[in-house]
């Protein structure tokens, strides 16, 4: 099975801390994402990568941004952590074959910002 | 745009009743349709998904979705549910025909089984 890990699960934050949240997955998908979640908001994409060094923002880009170095990680940065950007993010890859619309998730982290 | 709506945020229902979870779309062009799920403390799994054929698709765990074209819905259904299906569903969408990887999210409905 495709696995997709994120750092960590839980991570609490000062405002104005530099944050790294980090994706790894294992299953050499070209396509990764990261979404940022919210109660009554659904998922809220934030950038995503079809290549490695290849990123384009999503529909919430402002305030983050990504990296991706090799393949198999994706690691989305907090620039200057605010308390609005308190949220599960979540971390996701997927295949650019037939399946190409299934999505495979990691658990999430949830970050809070004090 | 590309959209999505959820109009329930919780959908409850017996052990062993018939479930529905309800979705409708709003898109340009042909619908690429998809549900997720997300267990407590878990990311998102795949469901099922509708491109093209069958108006009535099968998934995973006994789950299938109704494509209705003429009242744009995509709803979820299950003729008889677990306790353990109580979770949280996401409708999603495709966002366009050349971004092929990028879907866009309903808010999400909860459902509870009660036993």
């Known amino acids: 099975d495709v696995k997709v890990t994120q750092s960590s699960r839980y991570l609490v934050k000062r405002t104005g801390e530099k944050v790294f949240l980090e994706c790894v997955q294992d299953?050499?998908?070209?396509?990764m994402f990261w979404y940022r979640q919210d109660p009554g908001l659904g998922l809220r994409l934030i950038y995503f990568?079809?290549?490695?060094?290849?990123?384009e923002k999503g529909d919430i880009p402002e305030g983050y941004s990504v990296s991706r170095e090799k393949k198999e990680r994706f690691s989305l940065i907090l620039e200057s952590a605010s308390t609005n950007q308190t949220s599960m993010y979540l971390c996701?890859?997927?295949?650019?074959?037939?399946?190409?619309?299934?999505?495979?998730f990691g658990s999430g982290t949830q970050l809070s910002v004090l | 745009a590309q959209s999505v709506a959820q109009p329930e945020d919780q959908v409850n229902v017996a052990e062993g009743n018939p479930l529905t979870v309800k979705c409708t779309y709003s898109?340009?062009?042909?619908?690429?349709l998809f549900w997720y799920v997300q267990y407590p403390n878990r990311g998102l799994q795949f469901l099922l998904k509708?491109?093209?054929?069958?108006?009535l698709v099968k998934g995973s765990y006994g789950f299938e979705a109704e494509f209705n074209k003429s009242q744009t819905s995509f709803h979820l259904k299950k003729p008889s549910a677990l306790v353990s299906d109580s979770a949280l569903y996401f409708c999603?969408?495709?966002?366009?025909?050349?971004?092929?990887?990028?879907?866009?999210f309903g808010s999400g409905t909860r459902l509870l089984v009660r036993p």
């Open positions: 898109v340009s062009g042909n619908p690429y």
């Open positions: 509708y491109i093209t054929g069958d108006n």
């Open positions: 990568s079809y290549d490695v060094k290849m990123k």
């Open positions: 299953m050499d998908h070209e396509n």
């Open positions: 996701a890859s997927v295949t650019g074959g037939a399946d190409y619309e299934k999505l495979f």
């Open positions: 999603a969408v495709r966002d366009t025909p050349d971004s092929s990887y990028k879907l866009i």
